[in-house]
Nanobody, 129 residues
Framework: QVQLVESGGGSVQAGGSLRLSCAASQGYTVNKYCMGWWRQAPGKEREGVATIDGDGIANYLDSVKGRFTISQDNANNTLYLEMNSLKPEDTGTYYC??????????????????????WGQGTLVTVSS
């Protein structure tokens, strides 16, 4: 069973930065299958923020393009989300997700209706104005 553990959330002022980490359990290779970050703000539906497939092709929610960067660290078996120029509307619980089987690149994107297989417990990000 693959486990994903997120960290790096916290409270920052608008314009600040945070880096989220998602450590995968031993035996899972972070650059093999689709992985990504989703978030859920209070009272809102969960939305995809950024995804990356096994070929390193990334996809981003329009509102975070140019501000957020998703990356993989194979040596540490960790997925990251670098978040800069944070805005209050970025507030929410951020979840890491990973596939356990292959999916085509066209289905590894923030709007996919086919949920990834495994999810972490989430880390809270609060951005104040």
């Amino acid at each position: 069973q693959v486990q994903l553990v997120e960290s790096g959330g916290g409270s920052v002022q608008a314009g600040g930065s945070l880096r989220l980490s998602c450590a995968a359990s031993q035996g899972y290779t972070v650059n093999k299958y689709c992985m990504g970050w989703w978030r859920q703000a209070p009272g809102k539906e969960r939305e995809g923020v950024a995804t990356i497939d096994g070929d390193g092709i990334a996809n981003y929610l329009d509102s975070v393009k140019g501000r957020f960067t998703i990356s993989q660290d194979n040596a540490n078996n960790t997925l990251y989300l670098e978040m800069n120029s944070l805005k209050p509307e970025d507030t929410g619980t951020y979840y890491c997700a990973a596939d356990l089987i292959y999916r085509p690149t066209y289905d590894c994107y923030v709007g996919t209706t086919n949920p990834l297989n495994t999810w972490g417990q989430g880390t809270l990000v609060t951005v104040s104005s």
